[in-house]
């Protein structure tokens, strides 16, 4: 199975006219080099690349006219925002994926140029959930924030239901539960595009005795063509911060009014079947230069990922942390140490 792994890029990018020789006539069309950096110089493969490029005024007025290339001029797929235009309607910063393979050379064209994007993603909303289809799976996102993901894994021409549940759950210090599927508020497509769909979903942990906890963000993207697909799940206390009587904010230390204490916090992914191996993403170590790499261990094992710090230069900022980063354990024994677990 191909890795979830969407990288980390920076893209350089160099403006010049396009020159004269070219297999196609493109008047009055422009050309830019792009240029992807890749801090661990891995084979990569139709992955997809996310950047922001500015435009000067008065150049390109729709992503109808905006494409990429690589140096075969092949129109390779790919997916455009309008992030902020200038006073006369044209792109002044413009959001790009694209579909990256190492090796391959890469060029914006702009102007003169049309671009048809490919059909790579269904996204349709009925009244209880959201169903978005690619090649390779189909999810139903419930209401409930609860999700499915049917793929036909043996090709035999019929999906199977292979995750059947998605959801997380929080323990406070008492042991009470709370569910996010329980306080769902919101649940919509964000992105609709070729290359990528995103379904956001925001709510609040609640109790069967509907009580509150932690708030939630989740957004799940799907990709053209790919099995894979990214959870990115945010925490977040929405509980206001109080003033402490003589006007400065009362909520900056862990125990104030409307912290919020949890004992325990899981994404639980409920699989159809059992599965024989795992696999974590991981940073460098803390001091030294060990390379990103990624622990595979046995289903049998037990794993306990305990992020302490925020693991960048002002990790113990505040009181209350003990080590800059996140410890791996494995069967309790200490198998990494790392800055921000990814998850
Ligand atoms: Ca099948």
Redesign the pocket.
């Known amino acids: 199975m191909k890795r979830a792994i969407v990288f980390i890029i920076i893209v350089m990018v160099t403006f010049h006219l396009l020159a004269s020789v070219s297999k196609v006539t493109r008047i009055n069309s422009q050309r830019l080099r792009l240029i992807v950096y890749d801090p661990l110089n891995a084979n990569r493969e139709r992955e997809v690349v996310t950047f922001g490029i500015p435009f000067p005024k008065g150049v390109l007025f729709s992503t109808d006219n905006v494409r990429v290339v690589n140096s075969k001029d092949t129109v390779i797929p790919a997916q455009f925002k309008v992030l902020s235009k200038w006073p006369d309607g044209s792109v002044m910063w413009l959001l790009v994926n694209f579909l990256y393979t190492n090796g391959e050379e890469y060029f914006i064209e702009y102007g003169e140029v049309t671009y048809i994007p490919p059909k790579g993603i269904e996204v349709w909303e009925e009244d209880e959930r959201i169903i978005v289809r690619n090649s390779a799976l189909r999810a139903i996102v419930f209401k409930n924030g609860s999700m499915s993901i049917y ?10 239901i292979v995750i059947k549940r998605v959801l997380s759950v929080v323990i406070d210090e008492n042991g009470h539960e709370y569910f996010s599927t329980l306080g769902v508020e919101k649940v919509l497509v964000e992105e609709k595009g070729p290359l990528k769909a995103t379904v956001l979903i925001k709510g609040t942990h609640k109790s069967l005795n509907n009580e509150s906890s932690l708030n939630f963000t989740m957004r799940i993207t799907f990709y053209y063509n790919e099995m894979f697909f990214k959870i990115t799940y945010t925490q977040e206390n929405n509980l206001p911060c109080l003033n402490d009587g003589s006007g400065q904010p009362d909520c900056l230390r862990f125990g104030r009014p409307n912290s919020l204490k949890f004992k325990d916090l899981s994404l639980k992914i409920v699989l159809a079947d059992r599965v024989d191996v795992w696999f974590l993403p991981l940073d460098s170590d803390v001091g030294n230069s060990v390379s990103d790499s990624t622990l595979v261990e046995s289903l049998n094992s037990n794993v306990l990922v305990y992020q302490d710090s925020s693991g960048g230069e002002d990790w113990n900022r505040w009181p209350g942390v003990t080590f800059k980063g996140y410890k791996v354990f494995v069967d309790s024994h200490e198998k990494h140490i790392g800055r921000r677990f990814e998850g």
């Open positions: 793929a036909d894994l043996n090709h035999d021409n019929v999906e199977e």
